[in-house]
């Protein structure tokens, strides 16, 4: 059974620029959702998806958005990018059955803004 | 929200020693509390978790424990081996829009020496 897959794993930007990430969760999975990770923050909860809406939103600004495509793959995107911003950034799908689910993480896209 | 903490920050132990890692968290509604391992270039993998109805659990060398009156819980790998070397993460998971958003610990850098 396949993993969790992230694309790209690694990419460098400058600051103002955009950026697009993508998650192809576990076949199945119909939940996705989005940390990010920093040595001085830890991991943080960006956003949950299901069924193509959003779910749950983290404490993250405007620039930060997401969506999730009727096969449960899903895309972040992050706008006018500042040098904060760099980080991993980590999908993780869970089968959404009743209760908490058991999150399953892909290997993250390392972002570097410069 | 739910606010987790996490010690130690840092813990080397002797090939074949104990390692416990303590968790505290603060919202009484969370009810699934999952560990996970990210090794150097991975994300996080979930090793074992607990939920709110069961005071301990175990599998082979790891076992959670789970006080809820004092919202502590705590990972305990006996027979440390150098491959248990990596960061740990705890998480308290509480609901929130119909789905369980985790809060994580920030983590504990665990260094077995051989």
């Known amino acids: 059974k396949a993993g969790v897959t992230q694309t790209p794993r690694y990419l460098i930007k400058t600051r103002g620029q955009q950026v697009t990430l993508s998650c192809s969760p576990i076949?199945?999975?119909?939940?996705v959702s989005w940390y990010q990770q920093t040595p001085g923050q830890g991991l943080q909860f960006l956003f949950e998806y299901f069924s193509e809406t959003q779910r749950n939103k983290g404490n993250f600004p405007g620039r930060f958005s997401g969506r999730q495509f009727s096969n449960s793959r899903s895309e972040m995107n992050v706008s006018t990018l500042e040098l904060g911003d760099s980080a991993l950034y980590l999908c993780?799908?869970?089968?959404?059955?009743?209760?908490?689910?058991?999150?399953?993480f892909g290997a993250g896209s390392r972002l570097t803004v410069l | 929200g739910e606010n987790v903490e996490q010690h130690p920050s840092t813990l080397s132990v002797q090939e074949g020693d104990s390692a416990v890692i303590k968790c505290t968290y603060s919202d009484s509604a969370s009810n699934y509390f999952p560990w996970y391992k990210q090794e150097l270039g991975k994300g996080p993998q979930l090793i074992i978790d607990?939920?709110?109805?069961?005071g301990e659990k175990k599998d082979q060398r790891i076992a959670v424990t789970l006080n809820k009156t004092a919202k502590h819980f705590s990972l305990h790998i006996t027979e440390t081996q150098p491959e248990d070397s990596a960061v740990y993460f705890c998480?308290?998971?509480?609901?929130?829009?119909?789905?369980?958003?985790?809060?994580f610990g920030r983590g504990t850098s665990l260094i077995v020496h051989p």
């Open positions: 607990i939920r709110s109805n069961v």
């Open positions: 998480a308290a998971s509480s609901p929130s829009g119909g789905s369980y958003i985790p809060t």
């Open positions: 076949s199945g999975h119909r939940s």
């Open positions: 993780a799908s869970s089968p959404d059955m009743s209760g908490a689910n058991v999150l399953t």
